[in-house]
């Protein structure tokens, strides 16, 4: 039987973590023509990156045999900011962005403008009723399969249960594998089409609400 550890995010575990921020990206971003070793794609990575770092109050890495296979960051209201200390200097990333070459820049932009319209959208008037947020969680493709995700999961429903938490919510699109939360006792509870005019052409993705209740 696979062992798998869990243990508190350390700076070590950022690269990986990097990287399962991409496979959970797919198709989304307008990734396939961008070249991931440039400046411009590791710099759209690290401003990411630190929006999770910047929120989350619990966070967790799954390890089997040594190597990071997992992550989950999660927030609840009232708790402390727990990651900022792993925070690179946003400053030198954003520059990198802004000088890029129009279309990359612009398709950024799009994305960025495009899906934070659709998830105001979607909590508008209700984001006063969440007590938290499940903010990223990823499991490798090598390692799925072997109940990781679930076991993460486990980890911040015990959090969020020491924190008084009743209500979260969580943002997700098309794109992503929703199935792991309508399997784990998520419930979606809105959807907006959010419609990116992208440089190489359009794209059309769904942006789920989901809210799980304790």
């Given at each position: 039987?696979?062992?798998?550890?869990?243990?508190?995010?350390?700076?070590?575990?950022?690269?990986?973590?990097?990287?399962?921020?991409?496979?959970?990206?797919?198709?989304?971003?307008?990734?396939?023509?961008?070249?991931?070793?440039?400046?411009?794609?590791?710099?759209?990575?690290?401003?990411?990156?630190?929006?999770?770092?910047?929120?989350?109050?619990?966070?967790?890495?799954?390890?089997?045999?040594?190597?990071?296979?997992?992550?989950?960051?999660?927030?609840?209201?009232?708790?402390?900011?727990?990651?900022?200390?792993?925070?690179?200097?946003?400053?030198?990333?954003?520059?990198?962005?802004?000088?890029?070459?129009?279309?990359?820049?612009?398709?950024?932009?799009?994305?960025?403008?495009?899906?934070?319209?659709?998830?105001?959208?979607?909590?508008?008037?209700?984001?006063?009723?969440?007590?938290?947020?499940?903010?990223?969680?990823?499991?490798?493709?090598?390692?799925?399969?072997?109940?990781?995700?679930?076991t993460l999961w486990n980890e911040a429903v015990s959090y969020f249960n020491s924190r008084n938490v009743k209500t979260i919510y969580l943002i997700a699109?098309?794109?992503?594998?929703?199935?792991?939360?309508?399997?784990?006792?998520?419930?979606?509870?809105?959807?907006?089409?959010?419609?990116?005019?992208?440089?190489?052409?359009?794209?059309?993705?769904?942006?789920?609400?989901?809210q799980y209740q304790f």
């Amino acid at each position: 039987m696979t062992s798998v550890i869990l243990r508190e995010i350390e700076e070590i575990d950022l690269p990986i973590i990097k990287s399962l921020i991409v496979e959970a990206w797919g198709d989304g971003w307008n990734l396939k023509h961008l070249n991931q070793d440039s400046d411009f794609f590791q710099s759209l990575l690290e401003v990411y990156l630190s929006m999770f770092l910047n929120s989350s109050t619990f966070g967790k890495v799954a390890v089997i045999e040594n190597k990071v296979v997992g992550a989950i960051l999660c927030s609840a209201n009232g708790d402390a900011e727990k990651f900022r200390h792993l925070q690179k200097d946003r400053l030198p990333h954003t520059l990198t962005l802004l000088s890029a070459a129009d279309s990359e820049r612009m398709d950024i932009v799009e994305h960025l403008s495009i899906s934070f319209e659709a998830i105001g959208q979607l909590l508008e008037n209700t984001a006063h009723a969440y007590d938290g947020s499940l903010e990223f969680i990823a499991v490798s493709k090598q390692a799925q399969g072997l109940n990781i995700g679930k076991t993460l999961w486990n980890e911040a429903v015990s959090y969020f249960n020491s924190r008084n938490v009743k209500t979260i919510y969580l943002i997700a699109d098309s794109q992503c594998n929703t199935g792991f939360y309508d399997h784990n006792g998520f419930s979606k509870v809105g959807s907006k089409e959010a419609i990116y005019n992208y440089s190489t052409g359009q794209k059309k993705f769904d942006v789920f609400l989901y809210q799980y209740q304790f």
